[in-house]
């Protein structure tokens, strides 16, 4: 049984599992810096590497690089373990979705992994919350109590529109819903892809929801009181959060690795489809992130449960009727 | 004496008679009425009762030896009335006429600073901009002030706000400032909320007090003039053309109307980069930083014009006590049309984003709101008081300059809020674009400057200048030498940042820097 170690190694440590994933998120990390530089008529990261391609892993290598600060009166165990705690559950949630064709481990993939998914990812939430609590900071402490209520503004409409694809390929697990794309679900069902995306804005606290961490108004937010090495997580973490949101989308709705093109070694070409797909969400994230105005976080609550919130159920049943009077007709789907 | 102030003076004669008050007239056009300590808050209301929009303009003091005079400059049919009351040095105890106009209360608070005079009836009697640790009984106005060396410090004593939350209440104290992202200078504003709601807000300002007042009087009339350019770096001009024109008043001397005109071509440049700029930091305090990254890079062009003009792109030097030091080539003309147009086009889009964007609209309209009647008891001046109705502007009521002859128009609205306050000024700046236009093409022939003595007569005046923040004071009193016995300035941002607290309490937390920043307040104007 050696040899299935050895794989197994090889896929958790370095590809598509660990190692990829933390530079995938830094190359994401490093994209969105320089589209938003340039949408705002800057240059962006310049200086490390070629167009500045190494700047994130820089600042990450500067933190990593300095030293430990615990200011005496935080909740010291939350304060050490959230960052650790979210980058960690973040990174486990990408090992459920299909890179390179396939989940990172075999068999990890089960009916309903979908559901798995996105109730992690509302816990790797609460420890961004759990970190500026720790802290006893007044602008943590806003920062950590507007994560919950934006939490309680986008949660639930994120939720059903991430389950009307599942009605389309009638299939709870995720690597079932990206291999029932024939026809990408882009294309059957845009309305829910422009919901998921608004939702995702706000899942990943970009504008015009970056109310968290708004910093005219709470400084840093939640990550106020961090320096060094937590910080480092926190960025890190971030950053894995973008990519896996983004990853969500690719696979839910754009047909997750497979594209219309490839040759020999599907695996390589599963990849490099899944990357640029990727790209486009993370682009396009950031084009929406670059054209409005921070809202405010009663606003927010409002928007999304007088209008996501609506129009997320008439978008599941809009999606109910493709899946079960349109798909047999054209002869598409799961 | 024109007739507005025949009347005014006749209304006060009669109010009080002979006895009472005594009225001079002083240069250009203004009056003064001389009345004891103990009539100034029956004459202020005499005032306030007569004219809907009377309005407090400053309170300033003057060291006269054995006694202060604290004087009232209150701002009546667009007209200053200074208000003279002698108290003596051994007692200097005034009534409080915050009851009457809540925003004197900066302006109490900064006289009792630097004078020492105890304001009967004040709310908040507290330092405003001197520091905490400055002796107690030292007051670095008075003539014969030993300003103490750097090393001697009072003792500080805890400030009872900054107590932690007492026990038993929901409020979390948030402190924004003296070093925060949303303050671009160091001014501390301690905010009371609970939940998201703001219930209470302190402001603190003097964080970087320099004395340039103190520093006028042992100077020459030449060197103040570049040392009040350098109280601020956004609207050094303003303060220039002002103090010049204070000094061309007592020296009686009338400026050449090249000069004239170039001193509006300056001015309104000021007030296109200084909008441009406080527009931009609009975008970035709501979260907008494409608009602040675009908005700043225009406001470039309206830098290099300012370069083509006067050789400087920031602080102008341009300004001298009877004219100008610089003329404008012909052969630049052409270049400076084309620079307007493209600033009129950037401009316009502006105006266009403010009107229609949705999220900016959403995080501003409706915040902050301050009524017609609400602005003229906080005493606010410039685009913050037009946003509310209220159509003051001194380059309509007491033009200076060149402001009778450019086309000038007068941009109000009546909503009050923070999004009125942002769209007045990008209205403006189209304005001052035209008005900038109008100026170059219809340049008087002549001279730019004349020649002034270096020596200043007895005598005292008071200028005023619509600065792109609003109306800027001085009052400026000389002594027949060399220098000025008493240089007064009082800027738009003091006088308008006391309505922060209505802006901001009761609102959300989200809308303090929404509200703070259309205020535009300049801290570096505040700590001159």
Known sequence: MVSIDLVFFIRSLLFPGFLFILLMSLFYDWVTRKVEARMQNRVGPNTAGPAGIFQPLADIVKLLAKERLV??????????????????????TLFFLPIDGSTTLSGISFEGDLIV????????NLFLFLAGWASTNAYSKIGASRVLVMFLGYDIPLVIIALTPAFLANSLSVSTIATSQSIPFLFLIPWSFVLFLVTLQAELEKDPFDIPDAETEIVGGYETEYGGTGLAFLKLAKDVQLFLGSALVVELFLGG?????????????????????????????????????????????SISWKQVMPLSVVSLMATLIVAFWVLPIIGVGG | MNDVNK???????????KDTVQIESLKPGLIAIHASSEKNRDIIKTFLDADDEATLSAISGVDLGDSTEVLYHIRTHGTIVTLRCIVPRNKPTIASITDLIPGANFHERETADFFGVTFKGHPYPKRLLISDDWPEGVYPLRKDAEIPSPETKAEVLPEEEMTTRAEGTRTVKIVIGPQHPALLEPERFLVDVDGET????????????????KATESRTYMQ???LVERICGICNSCHSTTFCQAVESILDVEVPSRGKFLRTIVLELNRIQSHFLVLGHAGHEIGYDALFQYMWRDREIAMDLTEILTGNRVITSFLAIGGVRRDLEEKTKPRIMEDLKKLRERAEFYKHLFEEDRTVRMRTEGVGVMDKKEALSLCVVGPVARASGLKIDVRKEAPYAAYGEVPYELISRTEGDSWARLLVRAEEVLNSVDMIEYAVNNLPAGDFKIRVPRRVAEGESISRVEAPRGELFYYVKSNGTQSPERVKIRTPTVTNLYSVIKLTEGGNIADVPAALVSLDPCFSCTDR
């Open chain 1, 117 to 124: 998914i996105l109730s992690i990812i509302t816990l790797a």
């Open chain 2, 224 to 226: 103040d003039v570049y």
């Open chain 2, 7 to 17: 009347n005014l003076s006749s209304m006060i004669l009669e109010h009080f008679g």
């Open chain 1, 71 to 92: 200011p005496h009166d935080v909740r010291s165990l939350a304060f050490t373990l959230a960052p650790v705690l979210s980058l960690a559950i973040f990174i486990f």
């Open chain 1, 257 to 301: 690795p497979y594209g219309p093109v490839y040759f020999d070694m599907p695996a390589l070409w599963f990849t490099i489809w899944f990357i640029l797909k990727v790209l486009f969400v993370v682009i396009l994230g950031e084009f929406i992130a670059n054209i409005f105005a921070r809202l405010r976080i009663d606003q927010v609550l």
């Open chain 2, 198 to 213: 703001v219930t209470k807000v302190t402001p603190r300002i003097g964080y970087c007090h320099r004395g340039v007042e």
